[in-house]
């Protein structure tokens, strides 16, 4: 009740103003542009919007979709890099968005040690990392001097591999109530003296696990007893965490089966797997739907080769264009979309419209600005017959490119590309 109390207190503007001093004023820049030291140099200018927006979202549950943006960095963890999980995604958040969580982390900060359990080395200010890979090797060490004599200890290592994500969720409300399952598991065979922790040193402490991020070491007396209790924790524990059993997988299949496997995702609810056919409402296979599928696979390769050969034409033809490099540069640009056009900038929140400042009706895109524009049919109307007559129209430049390349020749697509002045028209 009292852990609820403390958190459960209103927060006020001295907590706001502590966290935003207690910030790295030279951090990581976040997608406004500001870091933490303009707040801090002129808190006496923005601190009093500054504390009411944050007391807002605090207090009263307020909305953070105003500073809610984020830039997302993915920080290598492994050398050879292969997949998406080799990478740790570091959020680069707003600095007023930072003042919120940070005021929330250190609320919590205070009963954070009261819940996470003395064997976890990390999350509580004062405890290292490091701490418990130390602590490890001393045991190990330890367990090889004790080669002698009949009493004998032994370690198991457990890879958790994210179990807490795939927990079954009448598994996840008892953990609610009662934090730390697997700690509670291993404490509960200790105290009823089945469990035997290996001692440390010559006092009476002791260790029956050391918790690591997602790996575990559990010690207990090598005893076949002992090993049997600590088996029947580890079965109930992975029934709830529904995880794959990698020992089995490693004698079956070859890694890269492995990988695939445990890529599937095994059921929360705890139902058998089944055979799903996912072109079908009821997920059962039917002759018409595999023939359905096969039709719609073979339309779509047809048009996908002829999609492609039409890009490669058109690329072609622009390389090929006798003009200065610096127009086939800008006629590239603008069929990938590169140029700057007033979509392209909203679409990337630089500005906040779209439309077009000649017409003013349609939004500023590629195909526009350069083909669809009153200002630029004004200069089409000037160009070669076929062009003026072309009625073709497109928000993208490419597609409106690759009619070009259709009905003009070599040369007139010369005199249309040397026409780029229009984006400045």
Same mark, same amino acid.
């Given at each position: 009740?009292?852990?609820?109390?403390?958190?459960?207190?209103?927060?006020?503007?001295?907590?706001?103003?502590?966290?935003?001093?207690?910030?790295?004023?030279? =951090?990581? @820049?976040? @997608?406004?542009?500001?870091?933490?030291?303009?707040?801090?140099?002129?808190?006496?200018?923005?601190?009093?919007?500054? /504390?009411?927006f944050?007391?807002?979202?605090?207090?009263?549950?307020? #909305?953070?979709?105003?500073?809610?943006?984020?830039? &997302?960095?993915?920080?290598?963890?492994?050398?050879?890099?292969?997949?998406?999980?080799?990478?740790?995604?570091?959020?680069?958040?707003?600095?007023?968005?930072?003042?919120?969580?940070? +005021?929330?982390?250190?609320?919590?900060?205070?009963i954070?040690?009261?819940?996470?359990? &003395?064997?976890?080395?990390?999350?509580?200010?004062?405890?290292?990392?490091?701490?418990?890979?130390l602590?490890?090797?001393?045991?190990?060490h330890?367990?090889?001097?004790?080669? %002698? =004599?009949?009493?004998?200890?032994?370690?198991?290592?457990?890879?958790? #591999?994210?179990?807490?994500?795939?927990v079954?969720?009448?598994?996840? !409300?008892?953990?609610m109530?009662?934090?730390?399952?697997?700690?509670?598991?291993?404490?509960?065979?200790?105290a009823?003296?089945?469990?035997? @922790?290996?001692?440390? =040193?010559? =006092? @009476?402490?002791?260790?029956?696990?050391?918790?690591?991020?997602?790996?575990?070491?559990l010690?207990?007396?090598?005893?076949?007893?002992?090993?049997?209790?600590?088996?029947?924790?580890?079965?109930?524990?992975?029934?709830?965490?529904?995880?794959?059993?990698?020992?089995?997988?490693?004698?079956?299949?070859?890694?890269?089966? &492995?990988?695939?496997?445990?890529?599937?995702?095994?059921?929360?609810?705890?139902? !058998?797997?089944?055979?799903?056919?996912?072109?079908?409402?009821?997920? &059962?296979?039917?002759? %018409?739907?595999?023939?359905?599928l096969?039709?719609?696979?073979?339309?779509?390769?047809?048009?996908?080769?002829?999609?492609?050969?039409?890009?490669?034409?058109?690329?072609?033809?622009?390389?090929?264009?006798?003009?200065?490099p610096?127009t086939?540069?800008?006629?590239?640009?603008?069929?990938?979309e590169?140029?700057? +056009?007033?979509?392209?900038?909203?679409?990337?929140?630089?500005?906040?419209?779209?439309?077009?400042?000649? /017409?003013?009706?349609?939004?500023?895109?590629?195909?526009?600005?350069?083909w669809g524009?009153?200002?630029?049919?004004?200069?089409?109307?000037?160009?070669?017959?076929?062009?003026?007559?072309?009625?073709?129209?497109?928000d *993208?430049?490419?597609?409106?490119? #690759?009619?070009?390349?259709?009905?003009?020749? *070599?040369? !007139?697509l010369?005199e249309?590309?040397?026409?780029?002045?229009?984006? #400045?028209?």
């Amino acid at each position: 009740m009292e852990m609820k109390a403390w958190l459960m207190n209103p927060f006020t503007r001295e907590n706001i103003t502590d966290d935003i001093f207690q910030m790295n004023p030279l =951090g990581s @820049p976040s @997608p406004d542009g500001f870091l933490a030291q303009f707040y801090q140099k002129h808190w006496e200018v923005v601190g009093e919007q500054v /504390c009411n927006f944050a007391l807002k979202v605090l207090n009263q549950g307020g #909305s953070l979709n105003e500073v809610n943006d984020t830039f &997302i960095s993915l920080i290598p963890k492994v050398k050879n890099l292969k997949r998406v999980t080799d990478y740790r995604p570091i959020s680069l958040c707003n600095v007023v968005y930072k003042i919120v969580s940070k +005021t929330l982390a250190n609320r919590l900060k205070v009963i954070l040690p009261k819940l996470i359990s &003395i064997n976890q080395s990390d999350f509580v200010p004062g405890r290292l990392i490091s701490d418990n890979t130390l602590v490890a090797y001393e045991i190990l060490h330890s367990m090889t001097s004790r080669m %002698k =004599g009949k009493r004998g200890f032994m370690a198991l290592k457990l890879d958790m #591999s994210k179990a807490y994500d795939r927990v079954e969720w009448k598994f996840v !409300e008892a953990i609610m109530t009662k934090m730390e399952a697997l700690i509670a598991l291993l404490n509960q065979v200790e105290a009823s003296g089945v469990l035997t @922790p290996i001692p440390i =040193g010559r =006092g @009476p402490i002791s260790m029956n696990h050391l918790f690591f991020t997602d790996d575990s070491l559990l010690f207990c007396q090598a005893e076949a007893e002992e090993l049997s209790y600590v088996l029947n924790i580890l079965d109930i524990y992975e029934k709830a965490s529904r995880q794959w059993k990698k020992p089995i997988l490693q004698e079956l299949f070859s890694q890269q089966e &492995i990988d695939d496997i445990t890529a599937i995702p095994i059921s929360l609810g705890g139902r !058998e797997d089944k055979l799903a056919w996912q072109f079908t409402a009821n997920g &059962i296979y039917t002759v %018409k739907s595999g023939y359905n599928l096969s039709k719609e696979l073979e339309c779509d390769l047809e048009w996908e080769t002829a999609g492609k050969a039409k890009e490669k034409q058109v690329w072609k033809t622009i390389w090929k264009l006798r003009v200065s490099p610096a127009t086939k540069m800008f006629l590239w640009r603008a069929c990938n979309e590169a140029l700057s +056009t007033l979509a392209n900038l909203r679409r990337r929140k630089v500005v906040e419209h779209s439309s077009c400042l000649v /017409c003013g009706q349609e939004p500023e895109t590629s195909g526009h600005v350069l083909w669809g524009c009153i200002g630029a049919k004004d200069v089409w109307g000037q160009a070669v017959r076929k062009v003026q007559k072309l009625s073709f129209q497109s928000d *993208l430049i490419f597609e409106v490119w #690759s009619r070009l390349v259709e009905i003009l020749s *070599l040369e !007139e697509l010369d005199e249309v590309a040397v026409t780029r002045g229009v984006n #400045s028209n």
